[in-house]
C-alpha cells in the first residue's frame, strides 16, 4: 500500500486540537451539560481526542453516516444505519465530524435534528474545512484546520476503509 506524504503530522495534530477543545471550553463554560454527537466512522479519533480536553459534563451519542461510498468524491447520496437520536430538550448539542466537504451528509444530520429532536442549541466541530467544496450553506462553529482540494487521509479519514489509524494527515501526489 502506498505510504502518504505528511500534511499536519502528530505533534501539530495534537496540539491544535487541544487549542480547539479549549475554544469550546470558553464558548460552552464547564456547568451545562454538552451533548456530543460522533459521526462514525471518520470522526472517532478527532471525537476522542477533542472530548479528552472538554470540562464540561459530557454525553456521547454515536451515529453512522456515510456519503463517500469508496470513492474520493461525494457520491450525491447520504446513508445512515438505524439513525436514532434522543431529544435533547433544552440542552446543547454539537456536533463532531471529521470533514465538512459539499456539506451533503451534515445538512441531512442538522435537517433530521430539526425534525426530530429540541435542542437548546445545536452547533458544528470539524477537524477538517474542505470549504472550497462547499454546496450547502453551512459553515462550522469549530474549525481545527483547514484543507484545499486535496483528499487527505489518516486520524479516522479513510481511503477505501483504510489509513483510519494513521497518527498523522497524510495525502497522495497525483
Ligand atoms: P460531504 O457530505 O460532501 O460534506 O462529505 C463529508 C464526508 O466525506 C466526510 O464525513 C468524509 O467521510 C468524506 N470526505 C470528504 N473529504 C475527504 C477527504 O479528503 N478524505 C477522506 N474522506 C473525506
Ligand atoms: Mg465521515
Given at each position: 500500500m502506498n505510504e502518504p506524504k505528511i500534511l499536519i503530522d502528530t505533534d501539530e495534530l495534537y496540539s491544535r486540537i487541544k487549542q480547539l477543545a479549549n475554544e469550546i471550553n470558553d464558548y460552552y463554560g464547564t456547568e451545562d451539560t454538552l451533548n456530543i454527537i460522533c459521526v462514525l466512522k471518520g470522526a472517532a479519533m478527532f471525537c476522542t481526542e477533542l472530548s479528552k480536553n472538554l470540562k464540561m459534563p459530557l454525553k456521547f451519542e454515536y451515529i453512522t453516516l456515510s456519503s463517500y461510498g469508496n470513492s474520493t468524491c461525494s457520491s450525491g447520496k447520504v446513508k445512515s444505519l438505524n439513525l436514532s437520536l434522543p431529544t435533547f430538550e433544552n440542552e446543547n448539542v454539537l456536533i463532531v465530524e471529521d470533514i465538512i466537504d459539499t456539506g451533503l451528509t451534515l445538512n441531512f444530520l442538522f435537517d433530521f435534528i430539526h425534525h426530530n429532536c429540541k435542542p437548546k442549541s445545536t452547533k458544528l466541530a470539524v477537524l477538517f474545512d474542505k470549504e472550497i467544496q462547499r454546496k450547502y450553506n453551512l459553515i462550522p462553529d469549530f474549525k481545527a484546520f483547514e484543507v484545499d482540494n486535496k483528499f487527505i487521509v489518516g486520524f479516522g479519514l479513510d481511503y477505501q476503509g483504510f489509513?483510519?489509524?494513521?497518527d498523522y494527515i497524510g495525502y497522495f501526489e497525483n
Amino acid at each position: 500500500m502506498n505510504e502518504p506524504k505528511i500534511l499536519i503530522d502528530t505533534d501539530e495534530l495534537y496540539s491544535r486540537i487541544k487549542q480547539l477543545a479549549n475554544e469550546i471550553n470558553d464558548y460552552y463554560g464547564t456547568e451545562d451539560t454538552l451533548n456530543i454527537i460522533c459521526v462514525l466512522k471518520g470522526a472517532a479519533m478527532f471525537c476522542t481526542e477533542l472530548s479528552k480536553n472538554l470540562k464540561m459534563p459530557l454525553k456521547f451519542e454515536y451515529i453512522t453516516l456515510s456519503s463517500y461510498g469508496n470513492s474520493t468524491c461525494s457520491s450525491g447520496k447520504v446513508k445512515s444505519l438505524n439513525l436514532s437520536l434522543p431529544t435533547f430538550e433544552n440542552e446543547n448539542v454539537l456536533i463532531v465530524e471529521d470533514i465538512i466537504d459539499t456539506g451533503l451528509t451534515l445538512n441531512f444530520l442538522f435537517d433530521f435534528i430539526h425534525h426530530n429532536c429540541k435542542p437548546k442549541s445545536t452547533k458544528l466541530a470539524v477537524l477538517f474545512d474542505k470549504e472550497i467544496q462547499r454546496k450547502y450553506n453551512l459553515i462550522p462553529d469549530f474549525k481545527a484546520f483547514e484543507v484545499d482540494n486535496k483528499f487527505i487521509v489518516g486520524f479516522g479519514l479513510d481511503y477505501q476503509g483504510f489509513y483510519r489509524n494513521l497518527d498523522y494527515i497524510g495525502y497522495f501526489e497525483n
